[in-house]
């Protein structure tokens, strides 16, 4: 996926904002993300992605027993899982599970609050592509859901 994006013609400077705290977040632990590339989407593409100004994509990787937390995107985001097994439960508490070389499509918005665990051995690696609605941050911290409590 980073290969296809890096040859295209979308690779100019995005700017993203610093994500803000939320109370009664839950909190990320032994997540590291690096950004591999960034840049503006064409105006006639953006009406496919959500209308979204922008894109990133990182790489992010959860160690062994480590949690993303609970949060939601404000645009679209998908991804591909590289390496080890990606535990995913969504609002409704129900874990989908993602191994490598399976596509995680998430949508947009604060009803789709979910978190991203580890509960394997080894560490999950994942290269993400967020699709960034303007002036928003790639996530925002959210409360667990009350299933989840």
């Known amino acids: 996926m980073h290969r ?3 040859g295209s013609p979308v690779l100019l400077a995005a700017s993203i ?5 939320v109370a009664g977040a839950t909190p990320s632990s032994g997540v590291t993300a690096q950004t591999l590339t960034q840049g503006d989407i064409p105006a006639v593409l953006a009406p496919f992605v959500g209308g979204a100004k922008s ?3 990182r790489e992010i990787t959860i160690a062994p027993g480590g949690t993303t937390g609970w949060h939601f995107h404000d645009g ?3 991804g591909v899982i ?20 399976e596509i995680i499509d998430e949508a947009a918005g604060s009803s789709n609050v979910h978190e991203g665990n ?3 051995t080894v560490p ?5 592509v967020y699709f960034v609605q303007e002036g928003k941050p790639l996530f925002e911290d959210a409360p667990a859901p009350a299933c989840a409590e």
Do not use: E, K, W
Not at 17 to 21: S, Y
Not at 82 to 101: E, K, N
């Open 55 to 57: 894109f990133v994509v």
């Open 76 to 78: 679209r985001v998908m």
């Open 17 to 21: 904002a610093m994500i803000p705290a």
């Open 4 to 6: 296809l994006l890096r």
């Open 118 to 120: 580890n509960l394997g």
């Open 82 to 101: 590289r390496q080890g097994v990606l535990t995913h439960p969504g609002p409704d508490c129900v874990p989908a599970i993602y191994s490598a070389g």
């Open 124 to 128: 999950v690696v994942m290269d993400v």
